[in-house]
């Protein structure tokens, strides 16, 4: 057993960290507050060739594994752009993973190349208003027609929707009623955003305000058979594949937070002078943010772990929920005794670490909520009876 990088990782993640960097924390707060895209920041990654990091070299990515991106996701954050930064491009690296997996050969040469060179802005649509966690229960319904499909519904939560060229979406293709299984009958398309039949409203939002998510109508859009990824009906099983990657992301982008936020904090314990010493000097404001630097470092190898174990193709599904869960926590804790530690200066914006907390506090709801991945863990690790 050992818990070291690779010399190529650590070289991947130095790469990373020094090109991230180059964004200060004033660029993120500017671009947060007037809620605009980063694209100086995303351009700059797409001409390193950083986002194709996972997709397979045969169509131009790096065929790199899930570790790899993680590390660059987790610097990316690290460095002050917080969820900024990482929702820029965190879909472009595992969300594509259900097309590399599941995709026609046609659909794969049309899409991955041009997600690799930044070039395609892909957005992913699952949840609904009035399904929530329960995606069994969405209503989006594609209707087979002549030659293809048309998709009515409505999404919710949609992240870069209106930044992006396409979607992956999932719909019911056939009622739930008429299905054995509540998760049979569900079809994913990656259909074009066609503004015509496609409504968008930006949700305003507590933080990652760089980053804008959408309620989205859909409103008869015909879309092609080609556009369906894999067989019909399948979809919520493709779906599945892809949510163990997304945590392991996930986790590593709380982490980086959180490391943030704790770089700030000592940073300012240690120049902070109050009764003529450094407030760091005081075990209470020390042994917080000791409490949450050990937080961070626990967690991180639950995430390492979970990435080490994807990569090797072996079973991931608790490593990969409890180090989404272990992240959250600890990012979010970081980032609060982060604004704790420079007292009133903590609330305001010049200091970055409102923004981080702001960040922070959505990990413990999006992708996956604590509760649901608590939900997993009595099931699936301890064996409890299902309770919902
Ligand atoms: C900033 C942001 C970006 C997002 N981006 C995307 C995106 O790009 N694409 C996308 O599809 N979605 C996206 N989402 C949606 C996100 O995945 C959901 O918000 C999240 O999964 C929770 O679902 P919900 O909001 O419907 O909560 P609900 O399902 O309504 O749940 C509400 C609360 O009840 C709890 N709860 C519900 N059932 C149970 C139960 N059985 N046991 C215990 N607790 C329960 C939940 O944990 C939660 O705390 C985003 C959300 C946010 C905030």
Redesign the pocket.
Known sequence: MHFELTSDQEQLRAGARELARSFGDDYWADKDQKCEFPWEFYNAFAEGGWLGIAIPTEFGGGGLGITEAALLLEEIAASGAG?NGC?TMH?TIFGLNTIVKHGSADLQKEILPRAADGSLHV???????N????TTRISTFAQRVDGGYVINGR???????GDSQKMILITRSTKREEVTRPTDGMTLFLIDIDREKIDLRAIP?MG?NAVS?YEVFIDNLFVPESARIGEEGKGFKYLLDGLNPERILLAHEALGIGRAAIEKATRYAKERVVFERPIGQNQGVAFPLAEAQIRLDAAELMARQAAWRYDQGLPCGPQANMAKWLCAEAGFQAADQAVQTHGGMGYAREYHVERYFRESR?MR????????V??YVSQHVLGLPK??
Not at 131 to 134: I, M, S, V
Not at 365 to 372: D, F, K, N, R
């Open positions: 969820m929702s879909l957005c992913f649509g699952v949840t609904e208003p399904a929530g966690t329960d999404k919710v939560w949609i992240t870069k929707a939002k990652r998510s959505v709801i999006a992708p996956v909520s604590q509760e649901m608590l939900n309770s919902y």
